[in-house]
Structures are given as structure tokens and as C-alpha cells.
DNA sequence: CTCTATGCAAAAACTTTGCAGGGAT
DNA sequence: ATCCCTGCAAAGTTTTTGCATAGAG
């Protein structure tokens, strides 16, 4: 299966909570916050925080900040950009690729802020 | 003077902390979170914070949240990106205009995050 | 058995709120 | 004189760290 796999070419102890997790991550189509995962399975902070920072570290997963103070995590899938609303502070993945590119710099994703089609209406 | 006209025209009180505050935004090419203001003069994070706030609110300064947990303010002026660095945290703006669109969301802002030029060599 | 991971509690970092006194109009 | 603004202190939020115990390999 893709979690044990995953644990184990990390080098990493494969704990109920790591699968926990992983799995949560696997199945989500969105970013989540700790808020998001905490409200799905019972897991202590600490211990959420350090495995969501060594998954980052192993490239497992990838995050960023939002407009709300939290920061959302999800695996590292091919790159895209993220849509946060400032009504709802909802997050979204968007889909279509993105090509922008700046002398210099290396962009490795892109947050678009605005207000999100169900705001919108 | 350009201060206290916006200061008149929002109808709020011209106090010397708004003038240095508003000052600095003026000079400054960044956007600038409250320890840069902190550095540059003395104010009460109370006082910076519920300033910085009513001149979201008057569209006089807009926001965004970095990847360091801080809020990075600036004048509102002509829409344009950020650059935001994962290795030093340091904030830029991009002059070239972007123009991206997603059918029923209104973007407002873009934050491009990965590594900008400095740290890049 | 050894070494890493977990959970609890306490601390840290940034921002917000309450309150009394001060300043702008 | 009125009403808004300021500074200090305390509280609120999210994330991090210390430490003793538990669990994976």
C-alpha cells in the first residue's frame, strides 16, 4: 500500500498516528489545517506539528499560509495554485497549471486572494 | 499634503502616531509588517495594529499574511504580486501586472512563493 | 533492546481586547 | 466638552518545545 511505502523509503516509523494521517491526506482534495484534521481524528498537536513538519522535510507534503493565521498542508502532487477567500477564508486547489516565471526567482506556488465563486454570488 | 487630505477624507483624527505611521508606508518600496515599523519608530503594538486595521478598512493600506506568520502592510496602490521567499522570509512586490482569471472568483491579490534571487545564487 | 514517536503541559510568537488617561476637533 | 486615540497589561490563537512514557523495528 502507498502509506507504508511512503513511510518506508523516508526512513521513517510507520505509527497509527502517521497512517491516521496520511490517509486523511490522501483522501482530502483540499489543503487542511490542524483545525481540519483535529476535527476528523483525535491527535495531540505536538504530534500533529511534528510529523506534518517532517512529511514537509521529506517532501511528502507541502503547505502554506493563509489569510486566517493557519497554515494548511497538503501532499506534494504536481504544482498548483491555491484560491483563499477573504469572506470565508475557504481554500481551494486550482487546477488549471500555472507558467509564470521571473528572472531569478523560483516560483513553486502561487496563492491567488480574492473572493471565491460561492462568496460571489 | 497628501496625509492629511486621506486622514480628512476618511473623517478620522490626525494623531502623530498615524502621521509616522502613514509616513513610513509612504517611503517605504516594501510591504511592512509591525516589527519593521517597530524598527523604525516607537509605537504600541495596540496602537499599530488597530491603526493598521481602520486603514484596511478605508482601503488606505491593503494586507497579506507571509509565510513567516506575520502580516505584511502596504499602500494601497496599482494592483500587483508578491514574492514572498521560503529561505529568507523576505517580502517583495513584482511591478509587472498580472492577469489571470478564473470564471466566477475575483482575485485580488497574488502571492508567489519559492525563492527569490538573492537566495537563488 | 534501542531509538524514535506520542501526549501532556508549558512556552513562544503574533495579534487582539479592556481600560484609564490624553489629545484632536 | 466630546469623542476618538493611545499605551500598558492581560488575554487569545496558532505553533513549538521539554519531558517522561510508550511503541516500532
Redesign the interface.
Given at each position: 500500500m502507498k502509506i507504508e511505502k511512503l513511510i518506508e523509503e523516508k526512513n521513517l516509523k510507520l505509527t497509527s498516528a502517521r497512517r491516521e494521517l496520511l490517509e486523511i491526506f490522501f483522501h482530502s482534495a483540499k489543503p487542511l489545517s490542524f483545525e481540519d484534521v483535529r476535527s476528523r481524528i483525535k491527535m495531540d498537536k505536538a504530534t500533529f506539528y511534528r510529523n506534518v513538519s517532517k512529511f514537509e522535510e521529506q517532501a511528502i507534503l507541502g503547505s502554506?499560509?493563509?489569510?486566517d493565521?493557519k497554515r494548511y498542508y497538503e501532499l506534494n502532487t504536481l504544482p498548483h495554485a491555491h484560491?483563499v477567500c477573504?469572506i470565508c477564508n475557504g481554500v481551494e486547489c486550482?487546477k488549471?497549471p500555472f507558467s509564470?516565471s521571473?528572472?531569478?526567482?523560483?516560483?513553486?506556488?502561487?496563492?491567488?486572494?480574492?473572493?471565491?465563486?460561492q462568496c460571489?454570488k
Open positions: 502554506f499560509e493563509s489569510n493565521k484560491f477573504k486550482i488549471e509564470m521571473l528572472d531569478g526567482y523560483v516560483i513553486e506556488d502561487i496563492i491567488l486572494k480574492g473572493v471565491c465563486k460571489n
